[in-house]
């Protein structure tokens, strides 16, 4: 059974300040997607990636897969309180349906 | 641009009571989902069609929940009787295609039962 664990559970960080978030799992997927989602709201994608050791960059997010296709991580840079929301990653394991993690909820003060 | 729809977006409901969701996907994606979000955690797939066949069920509590996608377009999933604890976000996706990795996601149907 496929499974995604994110981490931190929770971030609090000032404006400005960067941050990075984890997903990391026993399994080797075959892609890996990261959503954001902002409350009362559905997931948005934000990037999926495909190939060990990808890096992928968004404006200020940066978001790298593992070489072992197992774990990825997001980096933010410069957190503004528009990056507020809860960040979901999902992966697809070969043949098998896409599993989330529970998520990290990332809150930027101003 | 593109986008799922699902309707309602707020459900209140009293607990033995049935309550149903709908959802259009994205025009020409083969495949939907339906997914139920407890608050504080991720999505869990309730159901998956391919076109108007279920491709996977296996979460889905079939003694009180269905769903159906008869044309292939639209979808509904329906609770009978609902219970306190499916109080959750609902939430409908869809992709190009059964091996697409890439979903995407309507608004959601924030349900509460009292």
């Known amino acids: 059974t496929q499974l995604l664990e994110q981490s931190p559970q929770f971030l609090s960080i000032q404006e400005g300040e960067n941050l990075t978030v984890y997903c990391n799992s026993s399994s080797v997927f075959s892609s890996l997607q990261w959503y954001r989602q902002e409350p009362g709201e559905g997931p948005v994608l934000l990037v999926t990636v495909v190939t060990g050791g990808e890096v992928k960059k968004l404006k200020r997010l940066t978001f790298q897969f593992g070489d072992a296709r197992k774990d990825s991580s997001l980096h933010i840079t410069a957190a503004q309180p528009g990056d507020t929301g809860l960040y979901l990653c999902?992966?697809?394991?070969?043949?098998?349906?896409?599993?989330f993690g529970p998520g990290t909820r990332l809150s930027v003060l101003p | 641009e593109a986008e799922v729809a699902q309707s309602p977006r707020y459900k209140i409901t009293e607990k033995s009571q049935a309550v149903a969701f709908w959802c259009d996907p994205i025009s020409g994606h083969a495949t939907l989902y339906w997914y139920r979000q407890i608050l504080g955690q991720g999505p869990e797939l309730l159901v998956q069609f391919q076109d108007e066949s279920v491709v996977d069920d296996s979460q889905l509590p079939k003694d009180r929940f269905s769903a159906e996608r008869l044309k292939g377009v639209d979808s509904t999933l329906k609770i009978q009787p609902a219970e306190l604890g499916d109080s959750a976000m609902y939430l409908c996706a869809s992709s190009l295609t059964l091996r697409d990795t890439e979903a995407f996601f309507g608004q959601g149907t924030r349900l509460t039962v009292v």
């Open positions: 999902a992966g697809s394991a070969y043949g098998q349906n896409f599993v």
